[in-house]
């Protein structure tokens, strides 16, 4: 049964990975055809630092992303207070309003959203991709923030408002510190999604002002480099150097008692 | 140190009144129960005077100051909660001094303050540690020096101990009473545990469906019950009820009973209460209450023994005796039972 239990575990974790390391690898082989045998080159990585407009389209993706995280963390997580410690006009609706936006096929979202900032003026580039990665990026924060509220009671703000903080100090001091791993996670959650996102951001990006995924897609259409394999390699570490920092710190799942 | 006092406190969610025409005061120093069933408004009255809830109507005042429209935060109370509400981010000393904090207390001076309040509730030492590092007594003893090292104007407890296990809860009530009396703080207590509020007070008030129904000493209250919910929330009581007949009532069955109380005039129909502790199984002591009835249920707890009984006519009795004679009563006996006029009190229904 242990043995089973082993050789299904390593298939899991080889379905998942090969491709990766495939991918991985020939951004390290000269042949620009994947032609075996194997031969060691950092030709693409050089190839790649004169690439400026896959350069570029990285960098946008990263300060998308990284913006995004932030507004939508904060806006989420605002939300989720709301949510999860007051009494309101329409609170229940809103709280089911927020979740079926996950479930919408980006490609709907992507098209309403053209059309919308279209026929308000909104238009298209930077400022529009930001608003939709935001709006695509509240749902998943509310969701990770709220379930984390779930653990911080509410008298543990009532009590630090009996000593004589005010609301707004009793949730910097108490709340917060408590609702960290969440909101950490969120944001992670909100990175990613703005990050991965191609759908979208393909129909609100400009031909001056484009992200990695879109840049990728239109640089596969003209011919395929193994350039492409040198940033997704350089992109790919960033974001697991960024998720196993997080696990270290959060320990996501962990409900033991840290002593 | 300063004394609370409520006038003319209502509070209705909706439909509901919480709360009706509330108008109580807490002498500086005491230590006072609210004492009620859950739904009779005890904790929101608590809450109310903590300032997590704003009345509908009527004053709150804290000393000679008005505090009904001052928030939570500026009251300067010192609260305990049911579920300790320690800062689990925070180590032990950090959540006394929390308050401190508050009030512009660091350093050196809040360290000071710090160690004496734990100190007196004896726990030095522990200042390092973290909440989940101590038991459930020891949360609830920093829970109470957290509350008393900001130098409250007033202790409010929120059913403090009713998540501890018996015998700990007995060490707390013995500690509490302590620290109570030390630091001379007015205390408001809530709880559903009769014996808790009989023990601990000063007062006992008894709430029922928004309403004081009675407030007074321990004593009092328990001896001289005004209606029949605090006869029979705090304690247990027989009921026997009648028609009043020259001084005297008169039961349905025909027996007259005699009570010290004040009663009605001639005719009017009277509820009497009778403490089963009072009642006693001996015939010969001359006493002018009497009735026979037949034993249904022994109950042996040890020091005391509880019969439950039934007239002729079907009126159920309980009675306590203590395990005095080793003579215990069977199931099935009849008995005649007696108790003097003193202890029967005329209640409202």
């Known amino acids: 049964m242990r043995q089973l239990g082993r050789f299904y575990l390593i298939a899991i974790l080889l379905f998942l990975y090969t491709p990766i390391v495939v991918m991985m690898a020939m951004g390290f082989n000269a042949s620009p055809l994947y032609e ?26 990263i300060i998308i992303a990284l913006i995004t995280a932030v507004i939508a963390t904060t806006l989420g997580t605002m939300a989720s207070v709301a949510l999860s410690r007051r009494t309101f006009r329409g609170r229940s609706l809103l709280q089911i309003l927020l979740l079926p936006p996950i479930a919408i096929p980006w490609l709907i979202t992507g098209t309403a959203m053209l059309i919308f900032f279209y026929w308000s003026g909104i238009g298209r580039g930077m400022h529009a991709l930001l608003i939709g ?43 917060l510190p408590l609702l960290y791993p969440s909101i950490l996670g969120a944001a992670l959650f909100a990175f990613a ?46 974001s697991m150097a960024a998720i196993l920092i997080f696990a270290r710190f959060a320990k996501p799942g962990d409900t033991r008692d840290k002593r | 140190m300063t004394n609370v006092k409520v006038k003319s406190v209502a509070k209705t969610y909706g439909p509901i009144s919480v709360l009706t025409d509330i108008s109580t005061e807490f002498p500086e120093g005491s230590f ?66 929390f308050g401190l904090e508050r009030r512009g207390i660091k350093g050196e001076a809040a360290r000071k303050e710090v160690d004496r309040a734990l100190e007196m509730v004896r726990l030095s030492g522990f200042g390092d540690r973290t909440p989940k590092q101590l038991s459930g007594g020891q949360q609830q003893r920093v829970a109470l020096a957290r509350a008393i090292v900001i130098k409250p104007s007033v202790l409010l407890l929120d059913e403090p101990l009713s998540a501890l296990d018996r015998r700990l809860r007995q060490e707390m009530q013995v500690e509490l009473l302590r620290i109570q009396r ?20 000063d007062k006992v008030a008894i709430l029922d469906r928004g309403r004081i129904v009675q407030i007074g000493e321990p004593e009092t209250v328990y001896e001289r019950p005004l209606t029949r919910f605090a006869a029979e929330f705090l304690g247990d009581s027989n009921f026997l009820s009648g028609k009043v007949e020259n001084g005297a009532v008169r039961l349905s069955n025909g027996t007259v009973v005699r009570s010290d109380s004040a009663l009605p005039g001639n005719g009017a129909d009277v509820t009497l209460a009778i403490r089963p502790e009072k009642m006693s199984l001996a015939t010969a002591d001359g006493q002018p209450n009497r009735l026979s009835a037949r ?19 079907g009126l159920p009795l309980k009675l306590f005796a203590q395990n005095r004679d080793g003579r215990v009563l069977r199931e099935g006996e009849t008995v005649s039972l007696s108790w003097s006029p003193e202890h029967t009190i005329a209640v409202a229904n």
Do not use: C
């Open chain 2, 295 to 313: 034993i249904t249920t022994v109950i042996y707890a040890g020091p005391v023994l509880s019969y439950i009984l039934e007239t002729p006519d």
């Open chain 1, 193 to 238: 999604v703005s990050l991965d996102q191609f759908v979208i951001s393909y129909f609100l990006a400009t031909p001056g002002y484009t992200t990695l995924p879109v840049q990728i897609y239109s640089a596969i259409r003209k011919g395929f480099t193994p350039e492409i394999n040198a940033i997704s390699t350089l992109l790919l570490l960033g």
């Open chain 2, 32 to 97: 006072t129960s609210l004492l009620g069933p859950s739904g009779s408004g005890k904790t929101t009255l608590l809450r109310i005077i903590a300032g997590f809830i704003k009345p509908d109507e009527g004053v709150i005042m804290i000393g000679n100051n008005d505090v009904t429209n001052v928030p939570v935060w500026g009251r300067n109370i010192g609260m305990m909660f049911q579920s300790y509400a320690l800062f689990p981010h925070m180590t032990i000393a950090q959540n006394v001094a």
């Open chain 2, 182 to 201: 030390e630091s001379g703080l007015t205390t408001i207590f809530v709880t559903h545990d009769q014996e808790e509020a009989l023990t601990l007070s």
């Open chain 1, 133 to 175: 990665h935001v709006a695509l990026a509240i749902p998943y924060v509310v969701l990770v923030v709220g379930t984390g509220f779930k653990t911080v009671r509410a008298d543990l703000e009532e009590a630090a408002m009996s000593l004589g903080s005010t609301p707004v100090h009793a949730f910097f001091s108490v709340t």
């Open chain 1, 36 to 61: 075996l045998p194997f031969t060691f080159s950092t030709r693409w990585y050089e190839a790649l630092l004169s690439n400026q407009p896959l350069l570029k389209a990285g960098a946008n993706s």
